[in-house]
């Protein structure tokens, strides 16, 4: 019966690990390596949360000025109103 020795077991194991690489390879698996240089779950969503609070922000904005427009639009109106042609009357 034959033995094992320690370089038959790295044999082995150099042959497991270049067999599942190339598993890996051929069906196209995504590794951490390939991975690593994206965020963690924690900053993905902690960064979101600060672009959801940029946007809220930027709507209130939005809303606070369309108010303002629509305040001034009926003021013009108003003026238009008191002063035809916009030139005010000769007195």
């Known amino acids: 019966m034959a033995t094992r020795d320690d370089q038959d077991l790295r044999n082995i194991k150099n042959l497991i690990e270049v067999t599942i690489d190339e598993r890996i390879e051929s069906k196209g698996l995504v590794t951490k390596d390939d991975i690593k240089h994206l965020p963690t779950k924690d900053?993905?969503?902690?960064?979101t949360a600060k672009i959801y609070k940029k946007l809220?922000?930027?709507?209130t904005e939005?809303?606070?000025?369309?108010?303002?427009v629509s305040e001034h639009s009926d003021d013009l109106e108003k003026l238009k109103d008191i002063h035809p042609d916009f030139r005010h009357a000769a007195i």
């Open 43 to 47: 900053e993905f969503y902690s960064e």
């Open 62 to 68: 939005v809303k606070l000025s369309s108010n303002r």
């Open 56 to 59: 809220d922000n930027l709507e």
